[in-house]
């Protein structure tokens, strides 16, 4: 079988200023720049899921299978045998695969009258078995979580919200040629001092509204 790859050519996060509109107040968090060399990446990211190397799924999470070469962030999934079982909601999880996650230093929280801006060119297998993701999920329990971006191995493009686990709003689109470059942007903002609403982009097309319920106040991992 060959290695699963999936590549991110830039991500451009900014955030607004509580109070103030995004558009008049934008303060860039984590530049386009953050992949340009191995001391840009390691000023905003870090390697694996923010709590370990497991999560959900048959894969586990491992440095080797991160890279980086001319502005362009590269995991690669390849077979693995002999693995210890992972553990997920009391359930032992088969290990097939070690791959690779990357996630931000800073965390996101969405303020009163604030926002985020999250974009990225993204290249993603939508092969069977695959599952990239580009995604907002709680520091402190759970949810919020929002999908800004998840490829589920079906040749769609899924854009989700999880207000519970039974609560969620989920939209799959047809995701063109996986083999070349797409712009995702997901544009979160505070609705009315408690909820957010998510609006979810694909080469600059609005995909979907979904809105988060209590998602203000409340920080998140990237």
């Not at 440095?63 to 909601?89: D, M, N, R």
């Not at 854009?159 to 989920?170: G, K």
């Amino acid at each position: 079988m060959r290695p699963m790859i999936g590549s991110l050519a830039a991500l451009l996060l900014a955030g607004s200023l509580a109070g103030l509109p995004l558009a008049a107040a934008k303060h860039i968090m984590i530049p386009n720049t953050s992949f340009n060399s191995q001391s840009d990446f390691d000023t905003d990211w870090n390697y694996l899921y923010p709590w370990g190397t497991d999560h959900n799924g048959g894969a586990r999470m491992a440095k080797s299978q991160v890279t980086l070469s001319g502005g362009v962030l590269t995991l690669t999934a390849k077979p693995v045998s002999g693995e210890k079982p992972a553990t997920h909601g009391g359930q032992q999880i088969p290990i097939h695969y070690l791959s690779g996650a990357v996630h931000a230093k800073e965390h996101f929280n969405v303020s009163r009258g604030g926002g985020y801006d999250f974009s990225g060119e993204f290249r993603a297998p939508t092969a069977r078995g695959t599952w990239p993701a580009f995604w907002l999920t709680a520091v402190q329990g759970w949810p919020p979580e929002i999908d800004m971006a998840e490829w589920k191995g079906n040749g769609k493009i899924s854009f989700n919200t999880f207000n519970t686990s039974s609560q969620v709003r989920a939209k799959d689109v047809a995701y063109p040629d996986p083999g070349d470059f797409h712009t995702i942007l997901c544009q979160v903002r505070d609705e009315n001092g408690r909820d957010v609403s998510a609006k979810f982009y694909m080469d600059g097309k609005l995909v979907d509204t979904q809105y988060g319920k209590g998602f203000v106040g409340a920080p998140m991992y990237l």
